[in-house]
């Protein structure tokens, strides 16, 4: 089969994926989604703060790794309410071309 090349963000969605119901003692995301939908959120909202912080600053080099950690867990919160990276990027897809106060608008 014959595509493009598939990206890190698309493996490390592969591997939470993977990772649903595996052994909590072994694998950190399988702890989280053990937790539930709502510990994942909370895992997610500390991450992006730390991303905020980081940008205000201007790290640029924390800024990346924060980045990093938080498209991380956005996946496992995803990931634990059944939504995949596929799904959202459907939606990005259906939003290609319309200008965001278009699109703002439209969720009315």
């Not at 990206?7 to 592969?14: F, K, V, Y």
């Amino acid at each position: 089969m014959s595509g493009p090349a598939q990206t890190g963000l698309h493996r490390l969605a592969e591997t939470i994926a993977a990772r649903r119901g595996t052994d909590p003692e072994t694998s950190w995301t399988a702890r989280l989604l053990a937790k539930g939908p709502e510990k994942c959120a909370e895992k997610f909202g500390e991450e992006a703060v730390e991303a905020i912080i980081e940008a205000v600053k201007g790290d640029r080099e924390r800024l990346i790794s924060e980045a990093a950690d938080t498209l991380y867990h956005l996946l496992v919160m995803l990931a634990a309410r059944d939504v995949t990276l596929a799904d959202v990027e459907n939606e990005l897809d259906r939003r290609e071309g319309r200008s965001g106060i278009e699109e703002k608008a439209s969720r009315k």
